[in-house]
């Protein structure tokens, strides 16, 4: 997670995971400006090697749950905790992974947009590390 996670020009300074259910998950990551964004949830569904299911929600430094207004910038309307679920699915040499929010709720138009987004990046940087890059 460390070496992918995140958008186009973000790091990720931080990712702790106890992937198990009820385990719980941090990560933090470092936009260009050196702004970090923290996030934390737990796993509720784990099912290797097909499925995770977990809560995501903002989060501050210490681990917290936090609205997302306590980033500058975010939107004070954002849902307080999402949902992901992530599929992984066999298709001979190559995997399929699905990624779906829900819980999104009070979400704007372009938070939603914004989260498709960084998802696409980071997967775009998951790639690369995959072939090697």
């Known amino acids: 997670m460390k070496r992918w996670m995140g958008p186009k020009d973000y790091t990720t300074p931080v990712s702790e995971m106890d992937v198990r259910v009820g385990g719980r998950y941090f ?7 050196g702004v970090d964004y923290c996030s934390t949830g ?6 290797p ?4 299911v977990m809560t995501d929600a903002f989060a501050d430094e210490d681990g ?11 939107d004070a ?3 307080l905790e999402l ?15 699905t990624l779906t929010h829900s819980k999104l709720g009070t979400a704007s138009e372009s938070d939603r947009h914004d989260m498709q987004q960084g998802w696409s990046e980071s997967f775009d940087k998951l790639e690369k590390e995959l072939a090697g890059a």
């Open 83 to 97: 949902l992901i679920a992530v599929q992984l699915q066999d298709i001979g040499d190559r995997t399929r992974l």
């Open 49 to 52: 090697p097909e499925r995770l």
């Open 64 to 74: 917290n749950v936090v609205q997302a207004a306590h980033y500058e910038g975010m």
């Open 42 to 47: 737990e796993f509720l569904e784990v099912d």
């Open 77 to 79: 309307n954002f849902p």
């Open 27 to 33: 990560n933090c990551m470092r936009s260009p400006e």
